[in-house]
């Protein structure tokens, strides 16, 4: 069943006026593992670079629900939509944003030694979907699947 909410809803303007959207970060380009997160018809959507390194070009990889990621790295996830207003919440490390159509926030974060993320996700027309739950796993270097 499919909910019963506009695309962008009533609740654009709020959410736009409290979403975290920090354009000064302190992470250096050179450091950092960027990862895009699109929300997609109830479901998470990752690219993430390649063998080369680099987000944007022929080698990227891509996964639905479920991301492998190295430990002790720093993360920026650019999160969007390409249908619905959802949230993202990385419960496990007290994070949330939102996705929206047309837009790209970033959640940073540092991963650490060998664990498991949760991802929980909503849209905002009321209905949870289970889709929207998935898994990050971080893991030492080797372990890291391109």
């Avoid at 690219?47 to 492998?68: A, I």
């Avoid at 999160?79 to 790209?104: H, I, K, N, Q, W």
Wanted: aromatic content about 12%.
């Amino acid at each position: 069943m499919f909910c019963k909410c506009t695309k962008y809803g009533i609740a654009l303007p709020f959410l736009l006026a409290s979403a975290s959207c920090d354009m000064n970060s302190d992470l250096s380009p050179t450091n950092v593992l960027v990862i895009e997160v699109t929300g997609d018809e109830f479901n998470w959507n990752f690219r993430y670079p390649g063998l080369d390194g680099v987000l944007g070009t022929n080698d990227d990889q891509h996964s639905v629900q479920l991301l492998f990621l190295p430990e002790n790295t720093e993360i920026v996830l650019k999160l969007t939509s390409s249908d619905y207003l959802y949230s993202f919440a990385l419960p496990d490390l007290d994070l949330r944003e939102v996705a929206v159509p047309g837009l790209t926030f970033d959640l940073q974060f540092r991963t650490k030694g060998d664990q498991t993320l949760q991802i929980l996700g909503d849209q905002f027309c009321g209905f949870a979907h289970e889709t929207l739950i998935g898994k990050i796993h971080v893991g030492i270097e080797g372990d890291y699947h391109y």
